[in-house]
């Protein structure tokens, strides 16, 4: 669990004293590895070791004799309470905590001293917060529209599906107790199971995610007429369903239309409404769905959205017809995700 711990630790010390951190490629023997900081602009490159839960000044002691009170080192922690933060000081052990607590100073110019935060959930414990929610699915979604989120900074992937740094880690130990995901060799963490994720997105999509959504249904225009004429904006809109799968495979005759569209603009889905002469219908075949996804992100499939969620969309529509084209996207996800 060190790199899911570090990483927590980073995200909690931009929140604390807006920092930015990013973990290095490369290991120092016989460190666990090496970290950039960039604090008060200075960009400051430190061997780091993981430790769980410090709970006496011995451990420090020894982590002192071992070398790594040096202005180049830096302890990572759960958390340190006042007493032992205050200990690190005292013996020039720099340190970072999941928490936000901090002990740096390089002896030029930089000096920075952070202790008493607490937070709300440290548990690394994989056997723990094994439940899958409405968060966790907004960050699978970005894992399977685009691996490389896998070992984003935390500051990164949060705005990506609009959930908080702060959720963000435990969301990694949910995946990783569920056998998810894994870390290679390299530290870098992998998709372990895809089929298997992909199908847990998917369903997990369609009865706790989805249903959260701002949804509308509609009459108007023909199916036909309306996927004509209609146009997604770059960034702003895009088709999803039974559309977006005609568009990918080209093997599909749509019999109903979703659309994802920001609605953070009001005037979006009045706009749609009366540009198309729209009437509610809960069983009308023109469907709208919030994109919870901050659509900046995972654009690359435009004017469809990522083809996890047109997945998810054709598995949601419960018409056999739909299955095969599922099936297809299905392996183009697994294919793209492994590779």
């Given amino acids: 669990?060190?790199?899911?711990?570090?990483?927590?630790?980073?995200?909690?010390?931009?929140?604390?004293?807006?920092?930015?951190?990013?973990?290095?490629?490369?290991?120092?023997?016989?460190?666990?590895?090496?970290?950039?900081?960039?604090?008060?602009?200075?960009?400051?490159?430190y061997h780091y070791e993981v430790k769980g839960r410090i709970d006496r000044r011995s451990v420090l002691l020894d982590i002192k004799a071992r070398g790594l009170a040096v202005p180049d080192g830096l302890l990572v922690t759960t958390l340190l309470s006042?007493?032992?933060?205050?200990?690190?000081?005292?013996?020039?052990?720099?340190?970072?905590?999941?928490?936000?607590?901090?002990?740096?100073?390089?002896?030029?110019?930089?000096?920075?001293?952070?202790?008493?935060?607490?937070?709300?959930?440290?548990?690394?414990?994989?056997?723990?917060?094994?439940?899958?929610?409405?968060?966790?699915?907004?960050?699978?979604?970005?894992?399977?529209?685009?691996?490389?989120?896998?070992?984003?900074?935390?500051?990164?992937?949060?705005?990506?599906?609009?959930?908080?740094t702060g959720a963000i880690g435990k969301v990694f130990d949910t995946l990783q107790a569920r056998g998810f995901i894994a870390i290679a060799p390299t530290g870098d963490r992998v998709i372990a199971a895809p089929d298997l994720l992909l199908g847990e997105w998917a369903t997990g999509y369609l009865s706790r995610l989805k249903p959260k959504l701002k949804t509308y249904?509609?009459?108007?225009?023909?199916?036909?007429?309306?996927?004509?004429?209609?146009?997604?904006?770059?960034?702003?809109?895009?088709?999803?369903?039974?559309?977006?799968?005609?568009?990918?495979?080209?093997?599909?005759?749509?019999?109903?239309?979703?659309?994802?569209?920001?609605?953070?603009?009001?005037?979006?889905?009045?706009?749609?409404?009366?540009?198309?002469?729209?009437?509610?219908?809960?069983?009308?075949?023109?469907?709208?769905v919030e994109a919870f996804w901050n659509m900046d992100w995972f654009a690359d499939k435009f004017p469809t959205v990522p083809l996890p969620l047109i997945y998810a969309d054709l598995l949601g529509t419960h018409d056999s017809r739909n299955l095969g084209v599922a099936k297809q996207i299905a392996s183009e996800v697994i294919n793209h995700v492994r590779h």
Wanted: charged share 25%; hydrophobic share 40%; with cysteine.
């Fill in 217 to 288: 249904r509609f009459s108007g225009p023909s199916v036909q007429e309306f996927s004509e004429r209609w146009m997604p904006e770059y960034r702003e809109s895009a088709w999803g369903g039974e559309k977006g799968a005609a568009i990918h495979t080209r093997h599909l005759k749509p019999g109903a239309c979703t659309i994802y569209i920001q609605m953070d603009a009001p005037q979006a889905l009045r706009d749609l409404v009366k540009d198309f002469k729209l009437k509610a219908d809960p069983a009308g075949p023109i469907e709208v």
């Fill in 82 to 164: 006042q007493e032992l933060a205050a200990t690190c000081r005292e013996l020039g052990v720099q340190f970072i905590d999941a928490a936000g607590n901090a002990y740096l100073n390089n002896g030029a110019g930089l000096y920075v001293f952070v202790s008493g935060r607490r937070a709300s959930d440290l548990s690394l414990n994989p056997a723990q917060g094994v439940t899958i929610t409405p968060t966790a699915l907004r960050v699978m979604f970005a894992f399977l529209a685009d691996p490389s989120m896998l070992n984003a900074p935390y500051r990164e992937i949060a705005p990506a599906v609009r959930v908080s």
């Fill in 1 to 45: 669990m060190e790199r899911d711990l570090i990483d927590r630790a980073l995200s909690e010390l931009e929140q604390s004293i807006d920092a930015r951190g990013k973990i290095l490629a490369s290991k120092n023997a016989p460190w666990d590895g090496r970290v950039l900081l960039e604090v008060g602009g200075q960009k400051l490159t």
